[in-house]
């Protein structure tokens, strides 16, 4: 049963545990609000990056650049970048200032305004590829490059909680999408789903 919508509070976001966050936020519902309209999903894949200890981090090693100098803020603002060129991804960061944690977005089911997400992306929202992925996600919320370092308290970009909850049993850990580069940490399990959720990007897509 799902409760009257409340906006998640700036001081979630504080939360040093990047791996408790990336699977706390299943279920949460993420919402954007571009000229006045709004559209939103509940997130059912997510990545956690464990800032500069973990080698799929881009602040890996405290790597900064003015790319990754969003990831220092603290937690509660957005991290978006650009991937291949081509796809915008969106990433939640957590933590306090000076340590870069954040959670990758990878898929939502939608849920509000599903006829403009039908129109960013050019197909139906009963179809899983809409927003399965994090460059889907993204494109299917209407974030681009203009969101990053956006406030997730504010108007344009904030987090809800529905009252949605998964239980141990519905939620499955695997290793994270397209990070072979990190060696070791390549296999960590920090890539969290729902279980048959059509809404989950296949493990070799971006």
Same mark, same amino acid.
């Given at each position: ?37 709004? $559209?939103?999903?509940? #997130?059912? =894949? /997510? ?8 080698? !799929?981090?881009? *602040?890996?090693? &405290? ?48 849920? $509000?305004?599903?006829? #403009?997400? =039908? /129109? ?8 899983? !590829?809409?927003? *399965?992925?994090? &460059? ?71």
């Amino acid at each position: 049963m799902t409760e009257s919508p409340t906006k998640i509070p700036f001081s979630y976001y504080l939360n040093s545990d990047v791996i408790f966050l990336a699977k706390d936020l299943l279920g949460k519902v993420l919402c954007t609000q571009i000229d006045g309209e709004i $559209t939103s999903g509940i #997130i059912v =894949e /997510t990545e956690a990056y464990f800032g500069i200890q973990d080698k !799929a981090s881009h *602040a890996y090693g &405290g790597r900064r650049t003015d790319r990754t100098e969003t990831l220092y803020s603290q937690g509660g603002v957005s991290y978006v970048y650009l991937c291949y060129g081509i796809h915008h991804l969106f990433n939640i960061v957590s933590s306090v200032e000076g340590e870069p944690h954040a959670v990758l977005i990878r898929g939502i089911e939608p849920l $509000t305004g599903k006829d #403009i997400m =039908e /129109t960013r992306r050019n197909m139906s929202a009963s179809k899983g !590829a809409i927003s *399965a992925g994090p &460059g889907s996600a993204a494109k299917a919320l209407g974030i681009d490059r203009s969101f990053n370092k956006k406030d997730l308290g504010g108007e344009e970009i904030w987090l809800e909680d529905h009252g949605i909850r998964y239980t141990e049993d519905q939620i499955a850990a695997s290793p994270r999408v397209g990070v072979a580069y990190a060696q070791e940490d390549a296999l960590l399990p920090w890539r969290f789903f729902i279980k048959g959720n059509k809404y989950v990007s296949k493990p070799n897509k971006v």
